[in-house]
Each structure stands twice: as C-alpha cells, then as structure tokens.
C-alpha cells in the first residue's frame, strides 16, 4: 500500500507517538469559521473514532457556547483523552474545575515581544505561571504548561518559565512555535533543549504553525529530538496559515517513516469532508491526503499507466480511503479514452477513439475546464 522506495530506508524511526488534536480550539481560530456544540462534539467524536488520543474541548471561558461544548464532550465517554484550555489566570481554571475537565494545556506568553505589548514583566509572568498550575495541579488537573511564542523567547526567560511551571507541578510540557517561524534544526534544538532542561520523565509536546510550509517537517524534527505528542488540527485550520495539520504528519510518518501512530487515515480523511463542510470552506484539490485530485488522473502519459498504481502514485489509494478515476481534458491520451470508455460501458471501436480524444481536446481547450461524463457521452454519440 506504500511505494516509497528505498530512499527513506536509512532514516526510518522507533518512536512512540501520540496527536493532541487543537481543531475545536486553536481550528476554530481560522477567520470566519463558527462552530456550535453539536458540530465540535460530532468532530470529537470522529477524531476519537479516527484514534486520536487526546482531543482539546476547548476554552470555555471564550463564551457560553464554548463552555456548553466543553461539558459536552467531556460528559461524551469518548475513547480520546479530553484535554481543555486555559490561560495562566485562576479563574480559566476554576471553569475547568467547574466542568470535571481532569487535564489541560495553561499557557503563557514568554517573548519579550508578547509580554511587553500585553504590558507584564518577566517576573510578573512567572508569578502568575506559577500560581496557574499550582492551582490547576491542586484540583486534580493534569498539566502541560505552554509557553506562547516559545521559539522568540530569550532563552534564559523560556528556561526560567518552563522550570517554574514544573516546579509547580505541571507533569508536562509544550515547546510552542507560535508564528510558524522555526526551520526544523531550530525546532530539533529546542526540543532537544527542553528535554535537557525538564529531565527525561516530563513529556514534551510541539505546537507549530505553518506560516513557511514547514509545520509538519518541524513535527518530525520535534519527535527526532525526544518530543512526545505532536499537536495539529483537520485540514491544518488555524489563524493565518494555520497549524500543522493531524494527518499530513500521520500520513508522512507512516510512509516515509515508517512510525505507525495508531490513525487512520481513511476516517480522517471522510472527517476532513465533514469538517469542511462544517465550516463553510474549500480546500486546495492537491493537497495531501484529502486533496480530491490525488487519485484522479487526467494527463494522458500518466493514463497510459493507470493500470499499475505503483508506477504513478506514493501510496494506495486504499490507505486513505479515496477513489482513483481517470478524468478527460487538453492533457488526455488515446489510453484516458480507453479507460473512460470501459468506466462508463460504452462501446467505441479503435479507430473512432481518435477522433474522438482530438473532440475531447477541443473541448477541454474551449472550455479551460475539464470534459464531463455527461458531454463525453454525447461526443461518442
């Protein structure tokens, strides 16, 4: 099901992965999108059925609609862990508490750049770092601090912040990349840093964004240098270009890695639909993994291929749940008008196939389109 070749073979990895998925939150982030507690808990219920682990609710002091779906999906029984969100405030906490939220993510800014344009000092960050999870912990909450813009921190301050939340009980840790701005050698050195800094029993989470097109190379880089869990969203949702996206970090440590998460990437693919309807959006046709065009074919050299799905495709069309078809256009061969004649069960002797691929050409070029079933009926009368 996968063909990658041998390339990849020296590179391969042991390693115990785990997604903390953010869609219902930081997913939710993404311009324009509203989602209401029904919709977040029927996503929740499908990243569950799909085997992520654990699944961020929500911060449910954002409003009352937010607070309904944590309690929601919280009371749901789901297979997932549910994780909520919280600032380093008490009172975001005591919602948590109020809810039976029994884990959580308390995040922080660290950068200079954050903290001087929200007004707070260095000292006065730690001090309300310190009291968040001290407070959380005491409750019974499972902590993993999150120290906003972590990858523009100083980093004196980042060790001085991520010391303090352990010392006050947070059981793990997110080394958070919050304007995508890392390359994956800086995301593997802080990483790698972290793990020097908090010891080897605090598991280590990487939050990145994809504003360079490097969000899931980073996740890999992360997971090199001791990282645990990885976080992501559906579809890569999130504010500006968006987070690194669950399945695209799934699908390449599956087949370039040769690391099995435990996903799979046929449900997340049917949910990425879902999602996508949800949210009144549309994706690029050739994106990976749920791209509609990853198993359609419309050039003619690669048509004439069709036949042998090694020889022009990565990996099966079965591995993710989608349907390979060829489809007709400028770029068809004499072979996509074999392949569409026995598809749609019309009988066309050889020789009139010609003809009719130079119709087909015609058309598509008119168009500027694609040639549907429907007029390719028609054009073999």
């Not at 970090?249 to 449900?267: C, E, H, N, P, S």
């Not at 990976?288 to 990996?315: K, T, W």
């Amino acid at each position: 099901m996968i063909w990658t070749g041998e390339i990849n073979r020296a590179y391969a990895l042991e390693l115990e992965v785990g997604f903390y998925d953010t869609t219902l939150r930081d997913g939710e982030q993404t311009v324009g999108v509203v989602l209401d507690p029904a919709q977040k808990l029927e996503i929740a219920r499908g990243l569950a059925e799909a085997g992520v682990e654990r699944i961020e609710a929500g911060f449910p002091r954002v409003s009352e609609e937010d607070y309904e779906a944590v309690r929601l999906i919280a009371a749901a029984g789901l297979s997932a862990e549910v994780w909520g969100f919280s600032r380093a405030v008490r009172a975001d906490v005591e919602a948590l508490v109020e809810l039976g939220v029994r884990a959580s993510v308390i995040e922080s800014p660290i950068s200079d750049l954050k903290l001087d344009a929200l007004g707070v000092t260095r000292d006065e960050m730690l001090r309300r770092i310190r009291d968040a999870v001290s407070f959380a912990t005491g409750e019974g909450i499972t902590v993993a601090y999150f120290g906003v813009d972590s990858t523009r921190a100083d980093p004196a301050f980042y060790d001085a912040a991520y010391t303090s939340a352990v010392e006050a009980g947070a059981a793990e840790v997110v080394a958070v990349d919050t304007l995508g701005i890392a390359t994956p050698d800086a995301v593997h050195a802080l990483v790698g840093r972290t793990r020097e800094l908090v010891g080897p029993n605090v598991p280590i989470h990487f939050h990145g964004h994809n504003d360079f097109g490097l969000a899931t190379a980073n996740a890999v880089a992360a997971l090199r240098a001791g990282a645990r869990w990885i976080h992501g969203t559906l579809n890569g949702m999130g504010e500006r270009a968006g987070n690194a996206n669950v399945g695209e970090v799934a699908l390449a440590l599956r087949a370039l890695y040769g690391v099995d998460t435990g996903v799979d990437l046929a449900r997340l693919r049917a949910l990425s639909e879902r999602v996508r309807r949800l949210s009144g959006y549309e994706l690029e046709p050739w994106k990976p993994l749920v791209g509609e065009n990853l198993f359609r074919r419309e050039s003619g050299a690669v048509a004439s291929q069709f036949h042998d799905p090694p020889s022009i495709e990565p990996y099966s069309s079965e591995l993710v749940g989608a349907e390979r078809g060829v489809v007709l256009g400028k770029k068809s061969g004499i072979d996509s008008i074999r392949i569409k004649c026995e598809e749609l069960g019309l009988d066309v002797p050889e020789e009139r196939q010609r003809e009719l691929l130079a119709e087909v050409k015609r058309l598509g070029t008119e168009k500027r389109g694609l040639v549907s079933d429907e007029e390719f009926r028609g054009l073999a009368g």
